[in-house]
């Protein structure tokens, strides 16, 4: 069994008398290739399969070699290819990453603090008051949005928060 498209020859000799033959079994390749396998959502991956002369069937009902995909959850697509009567299937995973914040607490007493933190682990951070870490602690004497923005894989996302700073008066 060829793991890929290879020619085999046979030559028979019977009574003097020789005669060649040759076959192409070729190997169908239905691997999925994808622009990204991981993104934020509302990131756009484009999804290939290229095999010359066969058709395609997306589990998303597309038909053609590629499509463009938006996923808003961690998705698993497959692809059957068909070539003279032979199918064969593969598939892909593309996870979403999710960027949120998470907080200690989002109404405070003025004077008190709450821990916020970008929910994606393994990241960059560039939180609206400067900080590049994942978590920050802030003690914000008025009503305050914080903003961070968490870079992954090369794909960007932007999430905010309001903490509400109770008048103490």
Not at 64 to 88: A, D, F, L, R
């Amino acid at each position: 069994s060829p793991t890929a498209t290879t020619s085999y020859t046979v030559r028979v000799t019977k009574n003097g008398i020789s005669s060649t033959s040759s076959i192409v079994i070729e190997v169908l390749d239905s691997e999925i290739t994808a622009t990204a396998t991981s993104v934020f959502e509302n990131a756009t991956v484009t999804l290939s399969s290229s095999v010359t002369g066969a058709t395609y069937l997306w589990s998303t009902g597309a038909t053609s070699s590629s499509i463009s995909i938006t996923p808003t959850e961690t998705t698993s697509y497959t692809i059957q290819v068909t070539k003279n009567g032979v199918t064969c299937s593969s598939s892909i995973e593309v996870v979403v990453l999710t960027s949120t914040i998470s907080a200690t607490a989002t109404t405070i007493c003025e004077g008190d603090t709450a821990s916020l933190s970008a929910t994606e682990d393994d990241a960059t951070y560039l939180w609206s008051n400067g900080a590049t870490t994942q978590g920050v602690v802030v003690s914000p004497t008025t009503t305050t949005s914080y903003t961070v923005r968490v870079t992954k894989n090369g794909m960007r996302s932007t999430s905010s928060i309001v903490i509400e700073v109770l008048d103490s008066e």
